[in-house]
């Protein structure tokens, strides 16, 4: 499966923006589907998770009540919806695909550069 992540942009302190990510090929029932993020001189982050059949969905501590990650079977696309956005919030956010709970992410999305204005 191949990803590309968009939806990025300059928004200013507290406010919202919505990521996606649209997946071309198959997306199987077990898959699950997360949203990274890596700010400058920093290492790569976990923000949410979502499994594709489920739609159990997991949230980093430092996002969790401010995003939401949805997704939508017939686009085949997985979204992270952000509120309340603030200025450690600015990353390049991915998208990644893993094939279950229990094994590495083995497809990531070209990144899409958020930036939070204080």
């Known amino acids: 499966v191949q990803l590309q992540a968009s939806g990025g942009g300059l928004v200013h302190d507290g406010a919202s923006l919505r990521l996606s990510c649209a997946a071309s090929g198959t997306i199987y029932s077990s898959y699950v589907m997360g949203w990274f993020r890596q700010a400058p001189a920093k290492e790569r982050e976990f923000v949410a998770a979502i499994t594709w059949r489920s739609g159990r969905r997991d949230y980093a501590d430092s996002v969790k009540g401010r995003f939401t990650i949805s997704r939508d079977n017939a686009k085949n696309t997985v979204y992270l919806h952000m509120n309340s956005l603030k200025p450690e919030d600015t990353a390049v956010y991915s998208c990644?695909?893993?094939?279950?709970?229990?094994?590495?992410?083995?497809?990531w999305g070209q990144g899409t550069l958020v930036t939070v204005s204080s």
């Open positions: 990644a695909a893993k094939s279950s709970n229990y094994s590495p992410y083995f497809s």
